[in-house]
């Protein structure tokens, strides 16, 4: 149990083009989602927290216009960047939590803005 | 601001030895530790938890956190190839509900 899904798994688009990724608890139901990104050699760095139904809540230096976050329902999130440019270029995971448990992330996506 | 600090390696271990691997961590209030593994180009997977001082065991890892001095450590035996992978050690307030803050991870290396 406690499967995570993200898709799409690899993204390429242009700059300025907005980019929507599915994160999916396919087993469960996810009280929190999360969303992280890592850039190469780096560690994962959170981006925001999202509970279904209510705002997500974001780190200090993410961008909220930037990075839209929609927690539709308790098995599903959706991170869209807006307006990409080559610099939001990395790897975004999701992680679903169902309480007091720990998280589980799903594969990732990576993310290429040409 | 919260940080987790860890050794970035390469920690080089030869085959059946134990691996160890540390990380401290500045937030006091800190209440939920973890271990992920992570293979180049994935995510990450989770290898155990601990809330509480001293030990956990699961199988061939062994978890230890001592609160006081903001340590937590990850023991690993009778190591494999297998187990070469970035570890990442991640800390929270507050278990499932709260998002991690991670360490930039240790680089193990097994050796046949």
């Known amino acids: 149990g406690a499967v995570v899904s993200q898709h799409p798994s690899w993204v390429i688009c242009k700059s300025g083009t907005s980019v929507k990724i599915e994160c999916r608890s396919l087993?469960?139901?996810?009280?929190?989602m999360f969303w992280y990104r890592q850039f190469p050699k780096q560690s994962l760095m959170l981006m925001a927290t999202?509970?279904?139904?209510?705002?997500?809540?974001?780190e200090q230096g993410v961008e909220k216009d930037k990075f839209l976050i929609n927690h539709a329902s308790l098995t599903l999130s959706t991170l869209t960047v807006t307006s990409a440019h080559p610099e939001d270029s990395s790897f975004y995971i999701c992680?679903?939590?169902?309480?007091?448990?720990?998280?589980?992330f799903g594969p990732g996506t990576r993310l290429l803005v040409l | 601001q919260k940080e987790v600090e860890q050794n970035s390696g390469p920690l080089s271990v030869p085959e059946g030895a134990i691996a160890s691997l540390n990380c401290t961590y500045s937030d006091r209030g800190s209440q939920s530790f973890f271990w992920y593994r992570q293979y180049s180009g994935k995510s990450p997977e989770l290898i155990m938890f601990?809330?509480?001082?001293g030990d956990k065991e699961d199988g061939r890892f062994t978890a230890q956190l001592n609160k006081a001095s903001q340590y937590v450590s990850l023991l690993i035996r009778d190591s494999q190839p297998s187990d070469s992978a970035t570890y990442l050690c991640a800390v929270n307030k507050g278990g499932g509900a709260d998002g991690l803050t991670f360490g930039k991870g240790t680089h193990l290396i097994i050796q046949p």
């Open positions: 087993d469960f139901q996810a009280t929190t």
């Open positions: 999202s509970n279904e139904g209510s705002k997500a809540t974001y």
């Open positions: 992680s679903a939590s169902r309480g007091r448990e720990t998280q589980y």
């Open positions: 601990i809330y509480s001082n």
